[in-house]
T-cell receptor
Framework: AQSVAQPEDQVNVAEGNPLTVKCTYS??????LFWYVQYPNRGLQFLLK??????LVKGSYGFEAEFNKSQTSFHLKKPSALVSDSALYFC???????????FGTGTKLQVIP | SQTIHQWPATLVQPVGSPLSLECTVE??????LYWYRQAAGRGLQLLFY??????ISSEVPQNLSASRPQDRQFILSSKKLLLSDSGFYLC???????????????FGPGTRLLVL
């Protein structure tokens, strides 16, 4: 079975500081991993995905994620946080059955001006 | 480009009333379609998914049902709403034929349902 875990319920960061939102995974074989963002009262938006290749994946809005096989992690990062980055972030991986996706529990990111 | 629509955006319904939420996708054919519920602004619960017209898989026993009368239309229904049906309902699609990326899901804007 494949699963992802987001150990932090909420992350607070000052505007302009680097941010990290953590995700660890448990998958068999080569993992596909995703990050989504959800702004208040909106649907989830796809940010980026890792399939294979470079361990550093670049996505939308200046976000990137680092795949670390030895630590089974796929942390989301951004060099300089913006107040507008405040949102709910979900890590995800295929799992739970054919063409289904398992989502993490979500991490609320609060960027403080 | 592909777009996904959901309506209504918000809905307030009395307990025991029926429900019909609609989701449509444009710009793609034969998508996989999904209904999720998000309670209290947090985790996503997969309710139903469909890999083709008339093909519905239910993930959680409940008083909700889903139908897919057309290739790009997915409907979530209930005959009698319960208080516990309140939540944020999200529809999503994925392309099952896109090699290496079929699990990427794209979400609609959601419907916020309040059952009173």
């Amino acid at each position: 079975a494949q699963s992802v875990a987001q150990p932090e319920d909420q992350v607070n960061v000052a505007e302009g500081n680097p941010l990290t939102v953590k995700c660890t995974y448990s998958v068999s074989g080569n993992p596909y991993l995703f990050w989504y963002v959800q702004y208040p009262n909106r649907g989830l938006q796809f940010l980026l995905k890792y399939i294979t290749g470079d361990n550093l994946v670049k996505g939308s809005y200046g976000f990137e994620a680092e795949f670390n096989k030895s630590q089974t992690s796929f942390h989301l990062k951004k060099p300089s946080a913006l107040v507008s980055d405040s949102a709910l972030y979900f890590c995800a991986a295929p799992g739970g059955g054919y063409q289904k996706v398992t989502f993490g529990t979500g991490t609320k990111l609060q960027v403080i001006p | 480009s592909q777009t996904i629509h959901q309506w209504p955006a918000t809905l307030v319904q009395p307990v025991g009333s029926p429900l019909s939420l609609e989701c449509t996708v444009e710009g793609t054919s034969n998508p996989n379609l999904y209904w999720y519920r998000q309670a209290a602004g947090r985790g996503l619960q997969l309710l139903f998914y469909s890999v083709g017209i008339g093909q519905i898989s239910s993930e959680v026993p409940q008083n909700l049902s889903a139908s897919r009368p057309q290739d790009r239309q997915f409907i979530l229904s209930s005959k009698k709403l319960l208080l516990s049906d309140s939540g944020f309902y999200l529809c999503a699609w994925s392309d099952p034929l896109l090699a290496g990326a079929r699990e990427t899901q794209y979400f609609g804007p959601g419907t916020r349902l309040l059952v009173l």
